[in-house]
């Protein structure tokens, strides 16, 4: 694995993530707008050691079109819930990111 992704692509990744965490947990445990309960903000630092250690690095696909997937199963289970939920809502809530994100999806193999 390669060790600290900085690069501008994965901080794009990481923002992305990371709103959609935060639609998420505002919308089913009551958080306030800028803070997450616990279990959302053990999910958010998890995402982000994986996308930091991504083996792709600048290269990195989309997670859901990803040849080797590095979330532990209940982690996994965690993020695709997420995304589930907040995907269509991105569009609403922050529609630049959202189409970037499925822009993203459809070019990159």
């Known amino acids: 694995m390669v060790a600290n992704n900085t690069g501008p692509k994965i901080q794009e990744e990481k923002k992305t993530v990371s709103a959609m965490i935060y639609l998420y947990c505002n919308k089913h445990h009551h958080s306030k707008s800028n ?3 616990e279990e959302c903000n053990d999910l958010l630092l998890y995402a982000m050691q994986r996308l930091t250690m991504c083996r792709f690095g600048e290269q990195k696909t989309t997670c859901e ?3 080797k997937h590095c979330y532990r199963k209940d982690y996994k289970q965690k993020i695709k819930q997420v995304m589930r939920f907040s995907g269509p809502r991105m569009i609403i809530h922050h529609p630049i990111m959202a189409f970037k994100h499925l ?3 459809l070019t990159r193999k």
């Open 65 to 67: 079109r990803c040849l």
């Open 103 to 105: 822009y993203k999806n």
């Open 35 to 37: 803070q997450l309960c």
